[in-house]
T-cell receptor, first 113, second 112 residues
């Protein structure tokens, strides 16, 4: 299995631009999570989906952030407009119901200048 | 109080040493507990679950004290390859929900 696949691995963009991060969960996994990691705040849960339905988006920082999961094999996290304080590593993770383990993708390192 | 709190370290120990990490959590309704490991510039990976009775996996021992809301990880006979950040993780949800809350991690460096 290829694991959780995220793209792009690195993204450098200018302030004000739209950024779209992509995630393909492990096949058969029905829960998907978006996390953000910074030195200051560590790993923060932004949003998670069960069976493609958003369950908890209380971690989404503000309206500039949105996430979608149109089907079981694809999710996006969009930031519009981006700001320098959004610079972080964004991780996607997936899990199958009943399992205790969440599997993380390699992350997208976002830099907003 | 932070939801999951860890000593950030860093811990610098020689090979063969025993090292212990501690973690506290604030939500007494938390359901399950884990230690994840994160290598530099890599993704977190599950190291082990933590059970109420305590559990061991080779050189690693995890303990949970629900009354004190305290979790620990002990590494015996540490190896160079144990150098990483260790993340204390708590699942605060029940039923079909699964909300993992991470501590900020404790950095371990094992020196030759």
């Amino acid at each position: 299995d290829a694991g959780v696949i995220q793209s792009p691995r690195h993204e450098v963009t200018e302030m004000g631009q739209e950024v779209t991060l992509r995630c393909k969960p492990i096949s058969g996994h029905n829960s998907l999570f978006w996390y953000r990691q910074t030195m200051m705040r560590g790993l923060e849960l932004l949003i998670y989906f069960n069976n493609n339905v958003p369950i908890d988006d209380s971690g989404m920082p503000e309206d500039r952030f949105s996430a979608k999961m149109p089907n079981a094999s694809f999710s996006t996290l969009k930031i519009q407009p981006s700001e320098p304080r959004d610079s972080a590593v964004y991780f996607c993770a997936s899990r199958v119901t009943g399992s205790t383990e969440a599997f993380f993708g390699q992350g997208t390192r976002l830099t907003v200048v | 109080r932070k939801e999951v709190e860890q000593d950030p370290g860093p811990f610098n120990v020689p090979e063969g040493a025993t090292v212990a990490f501690n973690c506290t959590y604030s939500n007494s309704a938390s359901q399950s507990f884990f230690w994840y490991r994160q290598d530099c510039r890599k993704e977190p990976k599950l190291l082990m679950s933590v059970y109420s009775s305590g559990n061991e996996d080779g050189r690693f021992t995890a303990q949970l004290n629900r009354a004190s809301q305290y979790i620990s990880l002990l590494i015996r006979d540490s190896k160079l390859s144990d150098s990483a950040t260790y993340l204390c993780v708590v699942n605060q949800s029940g039923g079909s929900n699964y909300k993992l809350t991470f501590g900020k991690g404790t950095l371990l460096t094992v020196n030759p």
